[in-house]
C-alpha cells in the first residue's frame, strides 16, 4: 500500500557532490519522522547505519561523520525526502536507503516503511 522509491545515486569524485530524493506514495494520510541510512559494501543491511533524520516540523539530527557535509530536508506537499551531500568522501561510499513513519488512511497507527535503496559510489 506505501511505497518508498530512492533517486539520486552514482558515481561521483571526492570532494563532490550528489542530491538524493525519496518519494512516499500510496494510501497515506500523515508521515511522521522520516530519515536516510546507509549499508556499507560487504556489511548486511540489519547493521545499516542511521545517517540523518527530520521531524514533520523539521527538526533533524546527523550522524557525527556527516555533519557539516550532509543537509536532510522534505517537502511534505510532494511525501519526499532530501539527502544533499557535500564533500563526499570514499568512506560515504555505501548503499542510502529512506525510511519513514507513515500512518495510513483509515488507520490509527504509524508503521515503518523503507525503501529499496539507491547506490552512492565516491570514487576517482
Do not use: H
Not at 74 to 79: E, F, G, Q, T, Y
Request: net charge neutral; charged share 20%; aromatic share 8%.
Amino acid at each position: 500500500q506505501v511505497q518508498l522509491v530512492e533517486s539520486g545515486g552514482g558515481l561521483v569524485q571526492p570532494g563532490g557532490s550528489l542530491r538524493l530524493s525519496c518519494a512516499a506514495s500510496g494510501s497515506i494520510s500523515e508521515i511522521n519522522n522520516m530519515g536516510w541510512y546507509r549499508q556499507a559494501p560487504g556489511k548486511e543491511r540489519e547493521l545499516g547505519e542511521l545517517v540523518a533524520t527530520i521531524t514533520s516540523d523539521g527538526g533533524s539530527n546527523y550522524e557525527d561523520s556527516v555533519k557539516g557535509r550532509f543537509t536532510i530536508s522534505r517537502d511534505n506537499a510532494k511525501n519526499t525526502v532530501y539527502l544533499q551531500m557535500n564533500s563526499l568522501k570514499p568512506e560515504d561510499t555505501a548503499l542510502y536507503y529512506c525510511n519513514a513513519l507513515i500512518r495510513l488512511r483509515g488507520s490509527w497507527d504509524f508503521m515503518n516503511y523503507w525503501g529499496k535503496g539507491t547506490l552512492v559510489t565516491v570514487s576517482s
